[in-house]
């Protein structure tokens, strides 16, 4: 992209010295702006960004200084660079007040061409400093923007790979992997805290009919159903997971005593077993399913997970032969 020339604004009310000025800055490289009185000038440069104010001092009605401070006053003017250029300036007091008022620098006149033409070049050089670096924070800054939203976007990325990863597809709720963990957890989290936890493995009773009589779709709405419902009967602390095909199990946290926690499962199986509408391939319809339990309370750092794992599951086939639809605590 192509940078635009740098402007200069050269302010005198006297129609020779701006055709003088015109014709020492013609092979500047900048676009040159005339103003003929302090009104025209502040109209500019309300207009333009200018990288440098050639300002004659000596100008009736507005005088340079005048110029000057109301250019300072404005947030967006102050930092423009004005040579104050005049033939009064002999005394120091005139040089403080217009160092006061924002000059830069003061040429005399007459004027030394090489002198002004010299002073024109370092303004102008660091303005073309400035623009670059300018550019340069704008692109790094965008780069930043768009390096945070390919972080963010990685980010996200990883977070959807880790949950898929430790998630199930079609329930959302924690897989086998990520119940290992949670059950685990429980079971370092148990003896600080003095707390019980149980193990509750879960069968759907008449899953397999569902499927092979209304299709895998209905199949898979119905567990999505069962997934909803055992995580609204839970505790936030609790876990509810997603072992495979039509197997649950929860880490049931903070259990108090056993009868507590046998009426807690009756409840979900309850719960469980109330009608589910669903569609299938030959239209709506109800399902009527029920779920088997097995419970088994951790016994404490002596016993593992897959002993305790095993404690559930020979509490749930129990349930399974006493006819289903029902909790059955190991013994």
Known sequence: MTTPAPKILVVDDTPANLVAMRRLL??????????????????LCLDHEFALILLDVNMPEMDGFEVAFLIGE???????????VTAAYADDINRVRGYHFGAVDYISKPINDMILQSKVRVFLELYRARAELKATLTALEE???????EIAERQRIEERIRHQATHDMLTGLPNRTLFHDRLGTAMQRAPRHQVDFALALLDVDGFKGINDNHGHPAGDALLQAIADRLGSEVRANDTVARLGGDEFALILEDVSDVASLVKRCEEICA????????EGRHGAFTAHVSASLGVAVWQGI??????????????????????????????
């Open 74 to 84: 404005d947030e967006r003017l102050r930092d423009t660079p004005i040579i104050f």
């Open 143 to 149: 780069r930043n923007t768009q390096l945070n939203a």
């Open 271 to 278: 719960v469980l077993a109330q009608p589910y509408p669903l």
């Open 26 to 43: 013609a092979d500047s490289g900048a676009q040159v702006f005339e103003a003929g009185n302090g009104n025209d000038a502040l109209a």
């Open 302 to 331: 002596g016993q593992g997970d897959e002993e305790l794992i095993q404690c559930a599951d020979r509490a749930l086939y129990q349930a399974k032969d006493a006819g289903k639809n029902r909790c059955v605590l190991a013994s």
